[in-house]
């Protein structure tokens, strides 16, 4: 499929990233030779959809009370009894294991006089949820288990006292919920477009490596649009300009998720200098001036090659041979893929995923998760990390487990609460959004439109 007409052309003799693909020392796999470019119209998006109550309140209605979203991970809840909670916009479900390969998610308020069965905070295993206030108790099915002083309840019917429930779904190694028992199906929500996508990639052979939440000074919608384009690459994180193509990245949109793939090891087409392969292998790898290369590129060897030969070392313990059929993209490269409306899983083997809520029912402060998903050995699976939660005025270089991410995460959230307290003051009353580069956040505007529609 080629890109429409309608879709603006980049300059000529910037690289794009099927042709990039041509150089890769292996076949590239049919997923990175897809292309649907988004055919919409221009794009400005109403500030208030930041900045106001109205906005939220109408996203809880009719988005959070109605959607599929991922709530955790299945590895989270190893063992029957397992449960956590799992809080969006002002709504809090407790979510269990009730069987080896099933889950159930529940109000989490006890129907005796509503206090909450379970605080958020870590994953805990229970028999049974136990009512701290006065005791009324429910086995982990839900069902109702006890009631303190029975005589004094005659009106109450045990068998109409479970906890009522939201509906429940997995995909890819994830636990999604969706509080509408009306919703269409998980799986005909993601299509099999998503998954066929991630067939290379099974997410559900990872584990849990790491898992970073953080609180943003920002509507949820803005932490996470940063996070769907390289167009702001350029002034935000400079020092990767010589190792990421960033302008030359492909943007797709499928049903209700969206693609965006950035080369690395190729440099960028704003650059006016051209670096050698040593120096883009350097920026890939975020050499400070004072260490020595992680490796040097010579002779045939390209940063791309390089940096692709090295991931399929550190992938050959847990994928085995299979590594030699990688080609190069999917170990260098970066596909985030984003699946309506803020959950975001990177393609191959690149390990993020993203996901971005509001904290609690504040228009102005949201939570960005960042997870790291690992292949491991067959039969070796570690167990899953806990959340690391950092504060607002925390530095993302309190979690070492980040890598080099945490400084590049910096740069982003420096821009964050600047971006809501510049939209609060901005006389124009619309954002405005490149036609080709910010594709993934027009495809959510057009989605989330459909949504508060309805
Ligand atoms: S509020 Fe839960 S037992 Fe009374
Ligand atoms: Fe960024």
């Not at 994953?123 to 303190?148: M, Q, V, Y």
């Not at 791309?304 to 999917?330: F, H, K, N």
């Not at 690149?350 to 690992?374: H, K, Q, T, W």
Request: a negative charge; proline letters at 7%.
């Amino acid at each position: 499929m080629g890109v429409a007409q309608s879709v603006p052309r980049r300059p000529d003799n910037w690289l794009t990233y099927q042709r990039l693909l041509d150089s890769d020392t292996r076949p590239v796999p049919g997923v990175l030779r897809r292309e649907n470019p988004l055919e919409l119209p221009p794009s400005e998006i109403a500030v208030e959809r930041y900045t106001s109550r109205e906005w939220f309140d109408l996203e809880v209605e009719r988005l959070w009370k109605r959607v599929w979203q991922m709530a955790a991970r299945e590895e989270d809840l190893p063992h029957v009894g397992d449960n956590l909670v799992y809080d969006i916009a002002g709504m809090s479900f407790l979510l269990v294991r009730v069987a080896p390969d099933q889950f159930k998610a529940f109000y989490n308020a006890c129907l005796h006089r509503g206090r909450m069965l379970r605080e958020a905070g870590g994953g805990t295993r229970a028999s049974e949820f136990r009512c701290p206030f006065h005791g009324f108790a429910w086995n982990i099915d839900g069902t109702l288990k006890h009631i303190p002083c029975q005589w004094d309840f005659p009106h109450i019917q045990p068998a109409a006292w479970s906890l009522p429930e939201a509906k429940v779904g997995t995909w890819g190694g994830f636990v999604f919920l969706n509080p509408d028992l009306n919703a269409a199906p998980l799986a005909d929500f993601l299509s099999d477009e998503l998954s066929d996508q991630f067939k290379r990639w099974p997410l559900e052979h990872r584990y849990k490596q790491a898992h970073v939440a953080k609180i943003l000074r920002c509507n949820w919608k803005v932490a996470q649009e940063a996070f769907m384009e390289a167009f702001h690459v350029v002034a935000t994180h400079p020092q990767l300009l010589a190792g990421i193509g960033d302008a030359n990245s492909q943007y797709d949109a499928w049903g209700n998720f969206s693609r965006a793939i950035t080369a690395n090891g190729t440099p960028s087409p704003h650059l006016s200098w051209k670096p050698s392969e040593q120096e883009m292998f350097d920026s890939m790898t975020d050499r400070r001036l004072d260490e020595p290369p992680l490796a040097e590129i010579g002779g045939e060897l390209t940063a791309r090659i390089a940096s692709a030969a090295g991931a399929r070392e550190m992938l050959r313990p847990a994928l085995g041979a299979a590594v030699q059929d990688l080609s190069d993209a999917e170990l260098v490269d970066s596909f985030y893929y984003t699946v309506f409306p803020n959950f975001h899983p990177w393609g191959a083997y690149n390990r993020i995923v993203y996901r971005f809520r509001p904290n609690g029912v504040n228009v102005d402060e949201s939570i960005m998760e960042c997870m790291y998903l690992a292949p491991y050995p067959p039969g070796e699976k570690p167990p899953a990390a806990t959340i690391h939660r950092l504060g607002a005025d925390d530095d993302w270089t309190e979690a070492p487990e980040l890598g080099f991410l945490a400084r590049v995460f910096n740069q982003d959230t420096f821009n964050l609460a600047k971006v809501q307290l510049g939209l609060k003051t901005m006389k124009k009353k619309t954002v405005t959004l490149a036609n080709y580069q910010e594709t993934k956040i027009r495809h959510f505007h057009f989605l989330l439109d459909q949504w508060l529609a309805r």
